[in-house]
Structure formats: C-alpha cells, structure tokens
C-alpha cells in the first residue's frame, strides 16, 4: 500500500486530473483537444458522469457551455464556477481543464459539507446562492474564432447565431460539430449572481517570486487582426523579380514588423502572428494571396494606441516594398478592465486564512473569467506555471500548487456562496 501526502480529497482531485488528461492525449504528455472535436465530445461526457455522480444535473446550453447545476436554495442566483476543457492544437494537461475540475471538485467539498449539515463558515449559516459548474465551449479560438465563444455568448457580447454559423478551415460550422458531439441544447444558462475561475499562470512571475495564488486584479489590453495580403501568382523560377507581386514576401515583412514593434516597448507590449495561411502553397507558385492573424496585446491602453498606429504605417510602406496590397478584416479587441476589487480583497483574504502565499498580478491572457466580470462580481485566480509554458506540451503545474489552488477555490466558493460579496458592483452599471 502506498502512502500519500495529500487528503484524501486531494488524491481524489489529483486522480480524477490523470484521467481527465487522456482525453486527447499526444504521445509527449500533452494533448489535443479543438473545441467540438471528438476528443472534446468524450471528455464532456466523461465530466457529465462525475457530475452527475455527485448530485449536479448536467445542461448544455444553446452554445455549447456544458453546466453542472447544484440547487442547496430553490429559485437563488448561481455562483457560477468553472473554465473551459478544449485546447490548441498539441497543448498542455493544465490550460483551462485544471480550472474546471478545480471547480468540480470545490463545488462536491461544499455541496457534501452542505448536505451533512455543516453549517459553512462559521456564523454565517446557510448559503444564499447555488452552484454551477461550467465548461465554457471554446474558448480556444484555434479551430473557431474568436476566442471565449461560449462566454461570450453568455455574457450577450457575440450573438447566438453569428457564432453557430462560424465555420473551421474545413468549412463545418460551429452548430454542425456541436451537434457531432451531442454538445448543443435549448438551456439559457443559469442566472449568475457571482463567478469565480481559477487558471494556471502561462507566465514565469508567480514560480519567480515563489508565491502559490495569483490573484488577478485586471486584464491586459489586445487587439487581433485579421489581414489579408493579396499578391499575385506566378512561376517561382520563370517569373522576373522585378514583375513579383509575393503575397507571402509582404506577409513576412508584417511579421518581422510585429516583433520590431514589441522592440520599441520593451516589456510593456506583446505582438505575434500565429498564424499564416499561403494559397496556393505550392512549391512553384509565387503566392498570391495570405491571411494572417496579428494580434498586439499591453497592459497600457495609450501604448497599444500608438502601436496600432505605428503597425498601420509599417503596413502602407510593405505594400509598397513587396508589391502587395494588405485587407484588413475585422478583428476583435478587448480593453484593459479591473476585475471588482471587492473580489481581489476576497481572495487576498481567503488566501492569508488559508497559509498561502499570494499578491496581486494582471492576466495577459484573456480568460472567459474577463467576460464573466463585466456581467457579475468576479474573482479570478491564478496557480504557476512551471518555468512559465504554455500552449504547449510540457506546460506543467506542481501537484503541491494545484491542490493549494482547489483548497483556494474551494474557500472563495463557499464566501461567495454565502453572499460575501454583496457589496460589489460592475463597473459602470447602475445599483439597483
Ligand atoms: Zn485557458
């Protein structure tokens, strides 16, 4: 017999984490799981069963979020508590699916403490508001754009049926595969009161400073641009330079143009193309047309203005330099928003009782968590990456600090259950 040196709770959490991580598996221990597809498919199914196995009832709304319902007060708002299961392509166990079983696992300790008549937190009594675990679809963006879908839809910023009409590369929509994998229902959604979402890092800072929980207070400001370069085809050996229009010679020129720009703000801007698409990418055809996919991202919102600025003039002189012409589509940008720093007083709270070490960080990512706030009081949570990787296959969490981060969650979750933060409010919404 082996001994642990975790709760038993925790072992539960940490086993159920290696079977959640086959779904989609790749042979380097990461794995593989664009929203809709069929690996995405069996891990819902497989989260419905440990749900359902636990008391929740399990709804799929009209975009494909997955919900696991606990009512402890019949007719009360829902804490809404989750993160989402897809991933890129070839990606990491931990991105977004450690957030959903995280909460899984918070809501089973509360809802069983519940059931057993704990009273929760001492003088508080019962709680006021329900659970709901979510699995929000997509929030990838790799195989459907944009990226935070299903929350998106949620939170009423993406319209239902723009986004069941977006198709992948392969031309399937997004309604077809949903329902490829039995993942499209008629629910609404609950009403949310609150939400909380805890994530891994994807950044070095947390590991670097030695603390366990992140607690994020606001969320860095990016735009992502859809260009097109439109050049024009011809022979690769017969064809004059001098007569080239190379879509792809403009489409590098705009990717070096990025990373010249994130040079010229050391550290406070962020650029990349992730991705370039050639037509007709073949070996003797100068190319005559590439979309590529340019996003810039900075916590100041004055230099993100002067970077797109700048990126548009680069812009006009590659069009001139390669010969091209450069179509912008359009893209998809976000602010930088706080989260309610009623909630942020919350965690630091929570995690000070707790014995774990905190402070506060920005997220440089976007996380559906940055659409939930903008609706209700949101706490967001961050656990570290281990040398900070991400969106890739050895992206890794240690066992010590996604345990702290379920013991965290697990802790917000039962103050927000019990109305904790009844005195925050979104920014920029009336009281009522
Ligand atoms: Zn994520």
């Given at each position: 017999?082996?001994?642990?040196?975790?709760?038993?709770?925790?072992?539960?959490?940490?086993?159920?984490?290696?079977?959640?991580?086959?779904?989609?598996?790749?042979?380097?221990?990461?794995?593989?799981?664009?929203?809709a597809?069929?690996?995405?498919?069996?891990?819902?199914?497989?989260?419905?069963g440990l749900?359902e196995?636990?008391g929740?009832?399990?709804?799929?709304?009209?975009?494909?979020?997955?919900?696991?319902?606990?009512?402890?007060?019949?007719g009360?708002?829902?804490?809404?508590?989750?993160?989402?299961?897809?991933?890129?392509?070839?990606?990491?166990?931990?991105?977004?699916?450690?957030?959903?079983?995280?909460?899984?696992?918070?809501a089973?300790?509360?809802?069983?403490a519940?059931?057993?008549?704990?009273?929760?937190?001492?003088?508080?009594?019962?709680?006021?508001?329900?659970?709901?675990?979510?699995?929000?679809?997509?929030?990838?963006?790799?195989?459907?754009?944009p990226?935070?879908?299903?929350?998106?839809?949620?939170?009423?910023?993406?319209?239902?049926?723009?986004?069941?009409?977006t198709?992948?590369?392969?031309?399937?929509?997004?309604?077809?595969?949903?329902?490829?994998?039995?993942?499209?229902?008629?629910?609404?959604?609950?009403?949310?009161?609150?939400?909380?979402?805890?994530?891994?890092?994807q950044?070095r800072?947390?590991?670097r400073?030695?603390?366990?929980?992140?607690?994020?207070?606001?969320?860095?400001?990016a735009?992502?641009?859809?260009f097109?370069?439109?050049?024009?085809?011809?022979?690769?050996?017969s064809?004059?330079i001098?007569?080239?229009?190379?879509?792809?010679?403009g489409?590098?020129m705009?990717?070096?143009?990025?990373?010249?720009l994130?040079d010229?703000?050391?550290?406070?801007?962020h650029?990349?193309?992730?991705?370039?698409?050639?037509?007709?990418?073949s070996?003797?055809?100068?190319?005559?047309?590439?979309?590529?996919?340019l996003?810039?991202r900075s916590?100041?919102?004055?230099v993100?203005?002067?970077?797109?600025?700048?990126?548009?003039?680069?812009?006009?002189?590659?069009e001139?330099l390669?010969?091209?012409?450069?179509?912008?589509?359009q893209g998809?940008?976000?602010?930088v928003?706080?989260?309610q720093?009623?909630?942020?007083?919350?965690?630091?709270?929570?995690?000070?009782d707790?014995?774990?070490?905190?402070?506060?960080?920005?997220?440089l990512?976007?996380?559906?968590?940055?659409?939930?706030?903008?609706?209700?009081?949101?706490?967001?949570?961050?656990?570290?990456?281990?040398?900070?990787?991400?969106?890739?296959?050895?992206?890794f969490t240690?066992?010590?600090?996604?345990?702290?981060?379920?013991a965290?969650?697990?802790?917000?979750?039962?103050r927000l259950?019990h109305?904790?933060?009844?005195?925050a409010?979104?920014?920029?919404?009336?009281?009522?």
């Open positions: 017999m082996t001994t642990s040196k975790f709760s038993p709770d925790d072992d539960s959490f940490l086993r159920d984490f290696a079977t959640m991580s086959r779904f989609g598996a790749t042979p380097n221990g990461g794995v593989d799981r664009q929203a597809t069929a690996a995405d498919g069996e891990q819902r199914r497989w989260l419905t749900l196995a636990r929740f009832t399990v709804r799929f709304d009209r975009a494909g979020n997955q919900w696991g319902l606990y009512e402890a007060v019949p009360a708002p829902f804490v809404v508590v989750g993160s989402h299961m897809d991933s890129q392509p070839t990606a990491g166990r931990y991105d977004g699916a450690y957030g959903v079983l995280a909460a899984a696992h918070a089973f300790r509360l809802t069983e519940w059931a057993a008549g704990a009273p929760g937190n001492p003088g508080t009594g019962a709680p006021k508001f329900n659970i709901a675990v979510v699995n929000w679809f997509n929030e990838e963006g790799s195989r459907f754009k990226s935070m879908m299903g929350s998106s839809v949620y939170t009423g910023k993406l319209a239902l049926e723009t986004v069941l009409e198709t992948d590369a392969a031309g399937t929509s997004v309604r077809e595969a949903l329902d490829a994998i039995g993942g499209r229902g008629d629910y609404d959604g609950p009403e949310a009161a609150y939400c909380a979402e805890i994530h891994i890092e950044g800072s947390m590991e400073d030695g603390i366990t929980i992140g607690l994020v207070h606001s969320n860095w400001a735009n992502k641009y859809e097109v370069v439109h050049g024009e085809q011809a022979h690769t050996g064809t004059v001098a007569d080239r229009k190379d879509a792809l010679l489409a590098s705009m990717v070096v143009a990025a990373r010249e994130a010229q703000f050391p550290g406070v801007l650029t990349s193309v992730g991705q370039l698409t050639v037509y007709p990418n070996p003797v055809v100068v190319p005559s047309r590439v979309n590529l996919l996003d810039l916590a100041d919102e004055a993100l203005a002067e970077a797109d600025a700048l990126l548009h003039q680069r812009i006009a002189g590659i001139r390669a010969n091209v012409t450069v179509e912008r589509h998809h940008s976000w602010p928003t706080p989260y720093p009623q909630g942020v007083e919350l965690a630091a709270k929570v995690a000070a707790l014995g774990l070490s905190s402070r506060q960080v920005m997220t990512a976007g996380h559906d968590s940055t659409n939930m706030k903008d609706l209700v009081p949101t706490v967001m949570l961050f656990v570290p990456s281990v040398d900070g990787i991400s969106h890739n296959e050895h992206e240690t066992d010590e600090d996604t345990v702290a981060g379920v965290m969650l697990t802790e917000v979750l039962s259950c109305g904790a933060l009844a005195d409010d979104i920014a920029g919404r009336d009281r009522v």
